[in-house]
């Protein structure tokens, strides 16, 4: 029940665990000769997960068997998908992979760490699965092989809940926008330009920040009118500040987040489908969507798909 | 005394088993309730480990409240909100609000009750309770409720405005954060101890801050429902006690498990947080515990099952030797009666045979003595019975020469009967030599049958033997007027057998004198002897009488020693057994009968002509 404790940093919780387990063995002392039968019943007493109701291929099943276990990564800090409260992981993967372990009948390692580590590690093998929203890019995809979408990562704008001279997306015409400096949302302004001048707008001056704080605290002060972000990070900051900010439409075309796997893991990637579908066509998957995401994609594609909808060649 | 031992063998068993089984007892006993104390200990420990985790999450929120508490005290102390004035707060609090993680919205109240909100137009909270508490001086964390800006499920933090730093003074108006009530549900949901386990917050009056069913929650409906009301009468007590700000772990039955429910109260806000554990999940440490358990009371038992068969075997064997050795007693004790019955037999035999050689040697010499004066009387009838007949004839002459004889001498003759005389003297000599003839022959008969200087092995003549048997008991052939018993003999050709032929004698004199009783008062009696040679080694004696018979169980016991039908003083009980004993072991011989009740009895005799050398005695 605390396997999970492999996971980060020494936390508050480790240490407490450690606590915990002196106790316990000052009284397996107590219990004298009895120690070395107990640690032994207590081996053969923990069942490794059975409840299976997935099924794995025999290949995928034999390959892990041999390691022992699945390693997955997750992101430390990034909120709604993963992060940390008081030092234990939650969010709407960790959900996920709750329910993943649940029915797969081996054990999952999972190891957090920072972003920047997740996928060179998968691509080298080092971890089986990033279990993360990992944006479908043409770039990634040469690497990596996507699970279908576990949610959108379509760039959309936020505006101030009393600024009523935006209503719809032709409105941004001529507006100032904040962009993350180089981030996908900068990759979504010829998107947004096309799209205006389609109805006959013109994009208006675009301002590069660094961090979105930042672009937030300006919206606020009016140096912004909206600010580009994927439309998950806005419907959760939306939520969170509903009395400053409010929700725009999308300003890119659709492109979308899933797991990755190793170029190749057929297998995995198959299970890893087979799972989400199975969620999906219970209902299951709208509901944590709502509850992390704070929105719900009715229509998501059951392959991963690049940016304008594109399939992966 | 061997009743005593009976009795002492059994309690001794009694006391062994007592002793095992009381010892079992103790042991077991003394092994339970170590055991408890171990698994009491352990589950303590482990039931605080859990109220720890239930204290961590509490500390938590108590810490996170302070904070947004402090926070909102910073707010209420700043220049901008001491204004009053709406147009310069509001741009400084939405930065605030945007900066401040957990808030959504933040909020000045008039200490009239008209409130500006960030994202919401003004209305009157003078109603609000943690308004109320604000005017009077606290700062306080309000119950769940809906935002009338935003109509969002939240708690809100509320702090009074004072113009001054002074605390005392009365405040000028009221600031309060909005924080979304699922932002307490994060941290509390945050707080596990296992799989299946959760953890929920009550407020004041028992409706739910934070609970992992979201049908329990204020987002749903107006009010949420009230814990203490539920119908689970386990969780409504919980929820009464946790109302009642009290702490502390308990095992319960709820939906349809037992859990252990931790609790406890939070101090910066009216609430109560509480840890639902799968009873598992805390316990799963002691199975081990449980199992070992198991497994040493399993061991235990069959140590005694052991201790307990090995007992009854050696019990067993005990008993078999005992049994074994009673048998031996008991044999031994039958082979001394036995040899004390032989020893008897043979002073008996002893006994009779003493008497009856003493009997034999007065016998014969008694016969003896009158076979001397009997043949005198023998030797000299014949002479007197010439010398009378001589006599006479010279008394004839006489008479025929002297023609006139004497008067004296006619009246002689007349008296005495001349005639008659001379005719009846030679029968009188006759009937002489017949009496005599018949005193030589019982004499005769009683050295036969005594046979006192025959002691030795002979070859004899069977029938001699036979016949001087039933001479002496003749007088019993004939012993009433009325009826007489017929003896039939039927002797074959015998050789010489050889024999004691005194104890042979014996034998037949039993045999018949048995017959003759049996043969008592009955007319056409008769009692037939046939012999014959029944092989070339073996001779064979059959005496039937036709008699009353015997019935089975007589026949049965004939040859018993001391075992008799006849009135006591008539019969020692011995003739029958002494007679099995010479046939059987003096001549190595068969003795047999057979009898059916009123038609008679047969007794065979068989035995070798001739004797083994070895064999002899």
Known sequence: MRKSLTIGAPSRESFRFAKAMSIYRRFFLQAGASLLLTSLVHGCTNPSQSRSSLSVSNDLLNQIKKRGYLVVATEDDYPPFEFLVNGKPTGFDHELLDRLRKVVPFEIRQEILPWQGILPGVAEGKYDVALTAVGITDERAKLLDFTGPIAESTIAYIKRKDDTSIKTLSDLSGKVLGIQQGGVSFAAIPDLEAKLKQQGGAIGQVKQYRGFAEAYQDLLNGRLDAVLHNIVSLSVLVNEKPAIFELGKRVSRKSYAGWAVKKGNQALLDLLNHFLTSLREQGELKPLQEKWLKISFENLPTQPLLPGERPIQ | ?617
């Open chain 2, 1 to 617: 005394m061997q009743l005593l031992k009976k009795v002492s063998k059994s309690q001794r068993n009694f006391l062994m088993r007592l002793l095992i089984g009381g010892t079992t007892l103790i042991v077991s006993l003394g092994a339970y309730y170590s055991y408890q104390v171990v698994r009491n200990a352990m589950l303590e420990s482990l039931k605080k480990n859990a109220f720890l985790e239930v204290q961590q999450g509490g500390d938590d929120i108590e810490h996170w409240l302070a904070a947004l508490k402090v926070y909102v005290e910073t707010l209420a102390n700043t220049a901008t909100v001491k204004s009053m004035n709406w147009a310069i707060a509001e741009p400084y609090l939405k930065t605030e609000v945007l900066r401040f993680n957990d808030v959504y919205a933040l909020a000045i109240a008039q200490s009239d009750g008209w409130r500006n909100v960030i994202g919401g137009s003004p209305a009157n909270i003078s109603d609000r309770p943690y308004f109320q508490k604000a005017l009077a001086g606290h700062t306080n964390v309000s119950d769940p409720l809906i935002s009338r800006a935003t109509k969002i499920p939240t708690i809100v933090i509320a702090a009074p405005i004072r113009q001054t730093f002074d605390t005392t003074s009365s405040p000028i108006g009221e600031i309060h954060t909005l924080v979304r009530l699922d932002r307490i549900a994060q941290v509390v949901n945050s707080i596990k101890y296992g799989d299946n386990s959760y953890a929920f917050a009550i407020n004041s009056t028992g409706e739910a801050i934070a609970h992992p069913n979201p049908a329990m929650l204020l987002a749903l409906r107006n009010s949420a429902p009230k814990m203490v009301e539920s119908s689970d009468r386990n969780l409504a007590a919980i929820a009464q006690r946790m109302i009642n700000r009290q702490q502390g772990i308990e095992l319960l039955f709820l939906d349809g498990t037992w859990k252990y429910v931790a609790y406890l109260p939070l101090t910066e806000a009216d609430w109560s947080v509480a840890l639902v554990i799968p009873r598992e999940n805390l316990e799963s440490p002691l199975q081990a515990l449980d199992l070992i358990a198991v497994a040493i009371a399993g061991l235990a038992a069959a140590m005694i099952a052991v201790l307990w068969q090995v007992q009854a075997i050696e019990q067993g064997q005990l008993k078999k030797s005992n049994e074994l050795l009673e048998q031996r007693v008991s044999e031994r004790t039958a082979k001394l009666s036995t040899t004390l019955d032989q020893l008897q037999q043979s002073q008996l035999r002893l006994i009779q045979s003493e008497k009856m050689s003493a009997l034999g040697s007065l016998v014969a010499g008694v016969a003896h003595e009158i076979n001397n004066p009997v043949n005198f009387i023998f030797g000299n009838i014949t002479h007197a019975h010439e010398y009378t007949q001589d006599l006479l004839k010279l008394l004839q002459l006489y008479q025929k020469h002297s023609l006139n004889p004497h008067s004296e001498i006619r009246e002689q003759a007349a008296a005495i009967d001349m005639e008659f005389l001379t005719e009846d003297l030679p029968k009188v000599f006759d009937s002489m030599r017949m009496g005599v003839d018949r005193i030589r022959e019982i004499v005769l008969s009683l050295r036969n049958f005594s046979r006192l200087d025959q002691a030795e092995v002979k070859p004899v003549d069977i029938h001699e033997g036979i016949n001087s048997t039933l001479l002496i008991l003749q007088h019993r052939f004939k012993a009433t007027a009325h009826t007489e018993v017929q003896s039939i003999k039927k002797y074959g050709d015998l050789p010489l057998v050889e024999c004691y032929p005194g104890q042979l004698n014996q034998v037949f004199m039993n045999i018949l004198s048995n017959a003759l009783d049996a043969l008592e008062d009955q007319s056409d009696a008769a009692i037939q002897i046939t012999t014959q040679q029944s092989n070339a080694d073996h001779v064979r004696i059959c005496i039937t009488d036709n008699g009353m018979g015997m019935s089975q169980e007589v026949q049965q016991r004939i040859f018993d020693p001391f075992f008799t039908t006849k009135p006591v003083g008539k019969g020692t009980g011995m003739g029958m057994s002494i007679s099995y004993q010479i046939v059987v072991e003096k001549h190595q011989g068969l003795i047999w009968c057979d009898s059916t009740i009123g038609r008679g009895t047969t007794f065979w005799v068989e035995i070798p002509v001739k004797r083994d050398s070895e064999t002899a005695r």
